[in-house]
């Protein structure tokens, strides 16, 4: 017999303007039109056989129940021991570093813990697409600023800048978190110790805090380095420190990363943690505390990475794309505006539908990293594939 059917409630959205992902939306065209994905961000290359047997012996040693609900103490200690020989911070593994279910959930977490209906927090955008409905559930205001695009004499956006001034504009005495993030995704621009310097003396004496997204720390290039949040001790007083292993490990399906803040904050943290995800899956924890004992597993990173992105750049320098500086994470930017074709004229969105659907090969626009696209004819690719990959997507470039 069939149920009588009963109307659903009305139900307001609590995310009226979150659509489905320009991530999923670029994934899904193509794989239907067979192109090749450099658009989302992950590897397609299989991670470390070590850190598989590690994690598969923690549940054969059946390390399969609920842990501590900060996380295991082995794997706190160790990122403890990391940050510390890296940044040189001591953070207190057992009141300052929260294992959390990835980047994600730890920037959401932050944001509950510290945020209040009417409190504003400051973004930079181009921006990671989470954090402004995060700020939205917490009842908070986004206040986006712009990264500051770099012309050409040809008009075309060759770099971007931190917009300072629209900084300084942008805080007062209703900010409660301003949201960096570095090394950044899309544009993969680095935050220099300077730049600390100068957050630093926009915040003295207030009570805004800083979340610090440091996904892409290990991927950094050309013998540069990492300016952690947690290497600023003024800032890192009143900082979250964002971090995920599936970036620095190639296991962005595992879902698994940290924070670390002052104990104040952490406490507060704990709170929103504890009744979101109470916890998270403790095998992982075992295998990734081993691994991470041996430095080489996140050291070799940069320049892993590294020879992928020159490798990427020498092949697109065959192509009609101008190359944006790409100094860290795992994105290429390049500007599409003096090709000569029609498509040039294109908006970032229909470009990337284009190159998708006709050329073969998906990428991001970097408009949609903007609450009201910016177009400014550049896009964005992941090199984090795998060599083959790679030159078929350059070959296909290439007829550009
Ligand atoms: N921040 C940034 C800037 C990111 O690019 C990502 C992943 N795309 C995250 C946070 C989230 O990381 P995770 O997958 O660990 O949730």
């Known amino acids: 017999m069939r149920q009588k059917s009963h109307p659903t409630p009305v139900f307001p959205s609590r995310l009226p303007d979150v659509g489905t992902t320009v991530f999923t939306v670029m994934s899904a065209l193509a794989s239907k039109h067979q192109a090749i994905n450099l658009g989302q961000g992950f590897p397609d290359f299989p991670c470390d056989r070590e850190l598989i047997s590690q994690v598969n012996a923690a549940m054969l040693a059946d390390h399969n129940q609920y842990p501590p609900m900060a996380g295991i103490t082995e794997l706190r200690q160790g990122i ?19 294992i959390t279910a990835g980047g994600t959930q730890g920037i959401m977490t932050a944001i509950l813990s510290c945020v209040s209906p009417g409190d ?30 770099k012309r050409d004499d040809q008009g075309d956006v060759h770099s971007y800048g931190l917009p300072w001034d629209d900084l300084a504009k942008a805080i007062n005495p209703k900010t409660r978190l301003i949201i960096i993030n570095t090394p950044h995704n899309p544009t993969g621009m680095i935050w220099e110790k300077t730049d600390l310097d100068r957050l630093a003396n926009l915040v003295r004496g207030s009570d805004t805090l800083i979340l610090s997204d440091e996904v892409y720390e290990h991927m950094v290039f050309d013998g540069q380095h990492h300016a952690s949040i947690a290497s600023h001790p003024e800032l890192a007083a009143r900082s979250f420190l964002i971090s995920s292993f599936g970036k620095t490990y190639h296991v962005t399906g595992w ?13 507060e943290f704990r709170k929103v943690h504890q009744f979101n995800v109470f916890t998270v899956n403790t095998p992982m924890q075992y295998g990734l505390a081993q691994y991470l004992q041996n430095p080489d597993h996140y050291l070799g990173l940069a320049a892993f990475y590294q020879a ?12 009609g794309l101008k190359l944006l500086p790409a100094p860290a994470s795992y994105f290429q930017c390049v500007n599409y505006t003096k090709l000569d074709r029609p498509q040039a004229k294109m908006n970032e969105a229909d470009f990337c539908t284009w190159l998708t659907t006709e050329i073969g090969v998906a990428a991001i626009p970097v408009s949609a990293f903007y609450a009201k696209p910016v177009e400014s004819g550049v896009i964005r690719f992941c090199f984090a594939k795998q060599e083959q990959t790679l030159l078929a997507a350059l070959q296909r470039l290439q007829t550009l």
């Open 308 to 319: 992928k992105r020159d490798y990427f750049r020498d092949g697109l320098k065959q192509t």
């Open 80 to 98: 403890a021991q990391k940050i510390s020989a890296l940044y040189g911070h001591d953070y207190d593994p057992d009141t300052e570093i929260t």
């Open 120 to 149: 504003e927090v400051v973004i930079i955008e181009p921006a990671y697409d989470s954090y402004r409905p995060s700020i939205d559930l917490a009842g908070g205001k986004t206040v986006a600023v712009s990264l500051i695009a």
């Open 255 to 267: 879902k698994i990363g940290f924070v670390a803040a002052p104990a104040r904050m952490m406490q």
